[in-house]
């Protein structure tokens, strides 16, 4: 999946307003007009213990529900059988199901989207960014309405981190986008340059251009995936990024001002340059069917009607449809709905961490400086599992008696609080009698404010 982890300076919601380029008109992708499987119908298709090969594209661009439908389809599908679930989501961010959101989203700048009016700044022009944790593993990911997310669904002994990546492949060059090819990490890239000689046709992992450009440059990452693997089925799901108008503002919210001061358990992100293919949703759409068709052995032409038709057997053992929003009245697919909506899956699945102000024994790392208006004794060490503080030490004093006794007043009120519960932090230290009047206070909670967000 495509990630945006390049050297820029932190954006505010205001400056973001200003930074953002005049976005395309999603009017343009094409989307046809569709006509959707009601949800008895689905789930019929779905279980149907003689449809070998499945093909469903959603006209949702909700992520909680598609990541839901993708899951109950990784859950009732037949285990000999083989699934197609093509997907576009309105603005998110998705992070993996072993990632810290803290370390790696700016989380008041996401707030600052989903909640209008509750910072000193306007919330960014791209308007609503939800928070998404994702059931399968990898690194974080921006969705928009730019890119087509696409998920196989197989048996393990058919999976191979590439295999599905290639299918996606010979769909782009289908479509004419001859430098996409797939890289050793099992991403798809661009590649730069002109053409180089040789006959590279029949494998998809090498695009026949050189590997970086004249001045250096690497190729830009257009997509890349995670997995996730049961006894019984074996999931690839990945991005492909084809217009996405935002290119110039998603860096800013997977830049999280909270992960130089972090010491925590989890995956980390990658950080790739990227671009747009620069090709519409539904072209892009109808190239991957079809590689998927001719990959899975569909007769020559009967895929074209799986991209606008109610389920229907295209032949055989094989089945296609759309859903919609109408797949959330199905029971299972409701229930994986309000799970991934909520703040204990998105949060209290953290794995452990450590913030800290300076070096301590589990994090020696020299830290950024703090604010001018805070004062240098200051010292904040905050430790959480599953996003429940277990141990803090905050004080400002630099006389160690009274600072200890500041640490224990701020360390009771902390006592198993949930960290994305906590909505101002001054809020927190007013409850505390010993800082009353403390120089600085209202400056650290600002700051951690800035740092820690406040939940969504």
Known sequence: MFLFRGHRQFLT?????????????????????????????????????????QIYISRSTNPYLNLSIEHFLLQRTPPDSTVLFLY?????????????????????????????????????????????????GGGTVFHDEGNVNYSVICPPNEFSRDKHAEMVVRALHGLGIARARVNSRHDIVLDLGSRLGGNYTTNALMAGYPTSGVDGSKPLKISGSAYKLTRLRALHHGTCLLSSPNLNIIPHYLHSPAKPFMKARGVDSVSSPVGNVGVANVDFERSVVEQFAITHGLKNGLHAAAIQSPVFELEAGWVAGVVDDAQAGIPEISKGLLELRSSDWKYTQTPQFTFSSHPVEEDQRIKPNLPTDVPASTRVIL?????????????????????????????QILSNRKLHEIRNWNEIFQQSKLLGGTRGVSALAKWLNTLLGKAS
């Open 13 to 53: 919601p205001h400056r973001i307003r200003s930074a953002r380029r005049t976005a395309c008109g999603f009017k343009s992708l094409g989307r046809p007009f569709y006509s959707s499987i009601a949800p008895t119908r689905f789930t019929d298709a779905v279980t149907n213990s003689d449809v070998k090969r």
């Open 88 to 136: 576009t989501n309105k603005p998110c961010v998705v992070i993996g199901r072993n990632q810290n959101p803290w370390v790696e989203v700016n989380l008041q700048l996401l707030n600052a989207a989903e909640s209008p009016g509750s910072h000193e700044t306007e919330p960014p022009d791209i308007g609503d960014v939800l928070l998404v944790r994702r059931r399968s």
């Open 383 to 411: 430790k959480a599992r599953s996003a429940n503080i277990t141990e803090s030490q905050i004080s400002f004093s630099p006389d160690a008696a009274l600072a200890e006794k500041e640490a224990a007043s701020i360390a």
